[in-house]
């Protein structure tokens, strides 16, 4: 299988790396000309509980010199989906499909408007990984199962085989058929923890372990879940949101949710396609959302301190 990776930071190259490690044709592509640069000259590392190991995987700076493939690993922060998959045709075969296990809602939308309905597989995963440098990531501890499937619920033989290679490189993966049920699961446990890490600076041991906020983690999930069955969603999540949050910050407790490694790294955060979500939805369907709106602000207010 051609695998071509866009977007190739800790969860991007995590996943290309397991395809690579399966013997798989993969290649990286990535903006950042300093990363294409190290990892050209030194190899992608990626270290686990297991040990540390490094292969040599092509890597490119230009979508179009990476070439038609089966698969396209979409790996991009949110608010560049729709203009990183504008960039797709040159990738697109007669039967190439795009996967996205993204945070927040909305990229596969974005994606498919590009390339269809029929040719994207979204997904989730509860699996934390970390950038030690451009060219060294760090898995850094989870839960569960990775979920994918077609948006469009038709499910082919290449899904089923991308699942079972990423199976067989260590990541336990199921294919649904309403993938979309799985997105808004993921969302209703990044809203509570994200926003919450990033403006506290707390790592995921940390906050799970303060009364304080597990009880703001509380009252953000109790509006995303309002906003969700407004929505119509079918809600996966059976059991008390805050436990699940918990239990999941525990098993990576030394980690650093994801929003608040952008802030400590100043970088754009994807406030906008997870608590800012809750808030689109809910003013578009009457539901009060004050935690997540307050959230929101506040990241925002954060991050223009120092984007330009």
């Known amino acids: 299988m051609k695998v071509v990776v866009v977007g190739s930071g ?3 190259g995590y996943f290309g790396f397991t395809f690579a490690s399966q013997g798989q044709d993969v290649v990286l592509v990535d903006v950042d000309t300093a990363k294409v640069k190290e990892i050209g000259e030194k190899g992608l590392t990626v270290t686990t509980a297991e040990g540390t190991r490094t292969l040599q995987i092509p890597i490119t700076s230009k979508t179009a010199e990476a070439g038609p493939a089966d698969l396209v ?36 939308e974005q994606i498919a408007s590009v390339v269809g309905d029929d040719r994207v597989i979204g997904g989730i995963t509860a699996h934390s990984f970390e ?22 619920g038709n499910n082919t033989p290449l899904v089923f085989e991308a699942a079972e290679l990423l199976k067989q490189g260590g990541i336990d993966t199921e294919v649904h058929d309403n993938i979309h ?8 446990l990044n809203t509570p923890i994200n926003a919450v890490a990033a403006i506290t600076g707390l ?12 009880i703001l983690m509380g009252m953000v999930a109790a509006e995303a879940f309002a906003v969700a ?10 059991d008390d949101p805050v436990d699940t949050c918990v239990t999941a910050l525990r098993s990576a407790a030394e980690n650093k949710a994801s929003m608040l490694q952008d802030v400590s790294n100043q970088r754009r955060t994807e406030i906008e396609a997870i608590n800012g979500a809750i808030v689109d939805r809910a003013d578009k369907l009457g539901v009060p959302a004050p935690a997540n709106r307050v959230l929101t602000g506040l990241i925002k207010i954060i991050q223009s301190r120092y984007l330009v």
């Not at 190439?96 to 945070?103: A, D, I, K």
């Not at 049920?181 to 209703?188: F, H, N, V």
């Open 10 to 12: 800790a969860l991007g």
């Open 73 to 108: 690993f979409f790996s991009v922060k949110s608010y560049v989906s729709l203009e990183v998959a504008r960039t797709l045709p040159p990738l697109m075969g007669e039967e190439t499909l795009v996967m996205s296990v993204q945070n927040g809602i909305g990229n596969v």
């Open 131 to 152: 950038m030690l440098s451009p060219c060294h990531i760090r898995y850094a501890g989870g839960l569960g199962i990775a979920h994918i499937g077609k948006i469009d």
């Open 181 to 188: 049920d799985y997105i808004w699961y993921k969302l209703l």
């Open 203 to 214: 790592k995921n041991g940390e906050l799970a372990e303060s009364e304080e906020g597990r």
């Open 229 to 238: 069955r407004a929505s119509g969603a079918n809600i996966l999540l059976q």
